[in-house]
């Protein structure tokens, strides 16, 4: 993917019913009540943000718990996407 | 459990009244009317969290007692839990 | 009490009018309208509390006046508590 | 006075019109008009509050002007008193 | 005048329309559209206020333009008064 | 561009629909819906804003995802533009 | 022009259409699209603001770009002014 996030943000694809991740873990059917799950696509390069040093911790093809009112919704290249703070990321999955 | 909370969060499951707990505690029929209290069931690793070191004081198996409006409530696995931060947890029980 | 506080919180039993408390202090009959006086049940171990170094001042026993609006109330084998930061106690009595 | 503010609070008495203070001050009628002066009656031990050093400069007896809205008010023994913080007095006055 | 602020306070007296200041300034006519225009007559000593070194920087005497809604209105002595934070000094005329 | 921005702020101006950049990215026609694409045609020159050291990241000429509430908007030579603070750019594309 | 704002502030004189500023810019027709767009009149000696260090960044006769609804409107011998926070500067023009 082609964006490139900046700071502690990450680029997320929420995750429907029965997709099969990258990663290859395929979310069962109750998964359409989900919604806060989701793979992170591209994650940015962390540093001083807001005068804090931060590390990221999560990569390209984690599947991820989010905050569901976090972060702003794009469109790219026909798809949509998350773009939020790693912060709002509250777990790994998997 | 597979699910890895990040920073200083932790995942717990609510606790039913007269729930037998991991640790072997039985929660005793009034418990009816505590809704605040739950069990851990993953800790994340504590660390630099928004720029202050946090250390975590909870383990998996602790019954707490924790802020009613705190955390984000997701389902996995066909249960429901809560993903909220350790600030949030008041007191541990037992 | 078999309730462990974390961080800087305390457990707290609202005191009642004309109750002894367990230090030996009768309250006498106006306290009824004194619903702010309470007794320190349990006391969390203080140290870092969200970046800052914190020293407990109360000891179970004290009777406070606490913030009216302060605090988690929580029901215990029955009985009600608060818990609250200890920078909602506003003052020791006695 | 038995009630020991804790951090920096201070306990004040609201003063009435035509009062006169512990430190011999008689307050003129036209302080019906003046209900933001006080005369201060427990002084806490200031320290370490809120990450911040913080040293009293009110003592027992001072006459005071506080804000309006600031502080939580107590009876105690028949008596309405103010726990208030030191950063919400004003001014000293006499 | 009689009273000490605290802090980083200042106790100013509003000007009104071609008032004459203890400075000398004679505030014309049009006066009556600067509500915002005041004389100093109380500085507190400055030093640590909420964790961060004030130095004062407005004298006794100063004409000063101020927020309009800043600060607590007092009556000392049947005169009027604000007490403000200097931080809600905008300039200093004259 | 003859506008300098302050501390972290750029000037962006909002992409339409197949649109052809500076840096040479035609964007499509479902750009319509991308209203938070913009390209960056003045960037300030970082160094400490409100008191933390905030280096640029992003350059003249950058494709840039930016929060859509955020920012100023602003005519210039009868063209639209924003003015934003770098913190509100989420992604540079391309 | 006799007033000194304190700290970060500055004055600054709003600019109407086909104006010609100090520094002898000549602001065109589409100005009364501007209203966002003013002279610098006065400027603070910056310092420690707040607990910060402040540089001041724009100069008397700079024409900046402000915050809409930014700072405090004066008038002073019949001249309106806003006065305002650097911060509160977004850009200088020309």
């Known amino acids: 993917m082609n964006v490139k996030p900046l700071g502690d943000r990450v680029v997320i694809k929420r995750l429907?019913?029965?997709?099969?991740?990258?990663?290859g873990i395929v979310l069962p059917g109750q998964a359409?009540?989900?919604?806060?799950m989701a793979e992170i696509v591209a994650v940015g390069p962390g540093g001083v943000v807001d005068g804090k040093e931060i590390t990221m911790e999560v990569k390209v093809g984690?599947?991820?718990?989010f905050?569901?009112?976090?972060?702003?919704?794009?469109?790219?290249?026909?798809?949509?996407y998350t773009i939020l703070s790693q912060r709002d990321i509250l777990a790994i999955v998997g």
């Open 62 to 65: 984690d599947v991820v718990i």
């Open 67 to 80: 905050s569901k009112y976090a972060g702003t919704e794009i469109k790219y290249e026909g798809e949509e």
């Open 16 to 23: 429907e019913a029965e997709e099969k991740t990258k990663s």
């Open 32 to 36: 359409k009540e989900q919604p806060q």
